[in-house]
Each structure stands twice: as structure tokens, then as C-alpha cells.
């Protein structure tokens, strides 16, 4: 129990474009999602926080109108990145936490964006 | 939330238990300890997590010393496939965030 999946697991897009990333619950529902950034070699860093069916959190220094954030449902929240730039490409990973159990909380296996 | 250190990086033989440290000084009364690894290009996976007492899952140990000040993830039966990024989060439970330091990377050589 306690899957998260993530959509895409990769992407490449172009400089401009927007890309949107999945994440589901699979088999348990959850109030609270996380998404989080990882670039090489470093750690993982907290983007925002995302409540179903209010305003997402976003953490100092993350741009609310680049990193759309939408969680719509109790298994899924969607992630998009407007006008992706190249300094955009990292590595993005989600988080969910059981409505259930709000002492834990299970990642997805992240997705590798790469902007050209 | 308290901050944590952990030592940059160890290695244990396969077969052997590995035990890492993290020190968590500043810990607050309401403050749990949580341990996630992530292995290379992959989402971090909990482990296990602790308020005072000593916790053990099919997983792992987490010893936590009596003043909390510290604490102490045992891996008895360590294999190549336990290499990875151990990170210990000190948190404030029910619907708090995760920060992740730099962690400690372990290296389970054959």
C-alpha cells in the first residue's frame, strides 16, 4: 500500500512551452501533496504545499505564477511549469500524505524535466 | 524545525549492520525524527519514524537517545541494494513539512 505515481516519468520540452506533471495516490486519499525540486547533487528542496480543494502554499523564493499548482481531487494533484526555461530542468518529485495517517508521507518516483 | 547533522557520507561491509548517526540538538518536546533514503534518480522512500521511544519495522531500528538529542538508524542486515542517501528529518509530526539536508550517503560495499 502507500503508492504515489508521477506522470511523466521524463520530458523534454522547448524553451517557452508549459509543462504539466501528474501526481496520484493510488491506493489511499490525501488531503495534503508536496512537490519538491532536486537538482544534481543536491538535496531535495520544498516547492509548495498543496491542500485539495484550497490555494496551494508556495515556499519563499518559489514563483507562484510559473508553478501553477492544482489539486483537485483527493489523488491527484497536477504541477505545471509556465514558460519553462532551461534552468528550469531538475528534477521534480511529489509527496503525498494520507488523510488517514498524517504522520507519514510517501513520494513518487519523480519526474526529469529538461528544457532546450 | 530543528536542524539536523549527519556525517557526509560511510560504507559497511554486505551482511553487516549499519548504524548511522544524526545529531539533532535543538529538538523540541513535540518534535519527531523521521529517516528517508533515496536511492539514484529515484523519490525518497520513508523508512521509519520516532517520537522518544525506540522503533523497530521490517525495515530498520531507530534507536533515539534518552535526552533526544541524537539518534541512531540500524540497518542489521545491510546489501548492495541499501546503498543510497540516508536522511534524518527532524519534524513536528501530524501535518508538518519535511526538510531535507544533505544527508548521509552510504555506500554498502561487497
Known amino acids: 500500500g502507500a503508492v504515489v505515481s508521477q506522470h511523466p516519468s521524463w520530458v523534454i520540452c522547448k524553451s517557452g512551452t508549459s509543462v504539466k506533471i501528474e501526481c496520484r495516490s493510488l491506493d489511499f486519499q490525501a488531503t495534503t501533496m508536496f512537490w519538491y525540486r532536486q537538482f544534481p547533487k543536491q538535496s531535495l528542496m520544498l516547492m509548495a504545499t498543496?491542500?485539495?480543494?484550497?490555494?496551494?502554499?508556495?515556499e519563499q523564493g518559489v514563483e507562484k505564477d510559473k508553478f501553477l499548482i492544482n489539486h483537485a481531487s483527493l489523488t491527484l494533484s497536477t504541477l505545471t511549469v509556465t514558460s519553462a526555461h532551461p534552468e528550469d530542468s531538475s528534477f521534480y518529485i511529489c509527496?503525498?500524505?494520507?488523510?488517514?495517517?498524517?504522520?507519514?508521507?510517501?513520494f513518487g518516483p519523480g519526474t526529469r524535466l529538461t528544457v532546450t | 524545525d530543528a536542524k539536523t547533522t549527519q556525517p557526509p557520507s560511510m560504507d559497511c561491509a554486505e551482511g553487516r549492520a549499519a548504524n548511522l548517526p544524526c545529531n539533532h540538538s535543538?529538538?523540541?518536546?513535540?518534535?519527531?525524527v523521521y529517516w528517508y533514503r533515496q536511492i539514484h534518480s529515484q523519490g525518497p522512500q520513508y523508512i521509519i519514524h520516532?517520537?522518544?521511544n525506540n522503533e523497530t519495522n521490517e525495515m530498520a531500528s531507530l534507536i533515539i537517545t534518552e535526552d533526544r538529542k541524537s539518534s541512531t538508524l540500524i540497518l542489521p542486515h545491510a546489501t548492495l541494494r541499501d546503498t543510497a542517501v540516508y536522511y534524518c528529518i527532524v519534524s513536528g509530526g501530524a501535518n508538518s513539512k519535511l526538510t531535507f539536508g544533505k544527508g548521509i550517503t552510504l555506500s554498502v560495499r561487497p
Open positions: 520516532g517520537l522518544k
Open positions: 509527496s503525498a500524505r494520507p488523510t488517514r495517517a498524517s504522520y507519514e508521507q510517501y
Open positions: 498543496s491542500n485539495e480543494g484550497s490555494k496551494a502554499t508556495y
Open positions: 535543538t529538538i523540541s518536546g513535540n518534535e519527531y
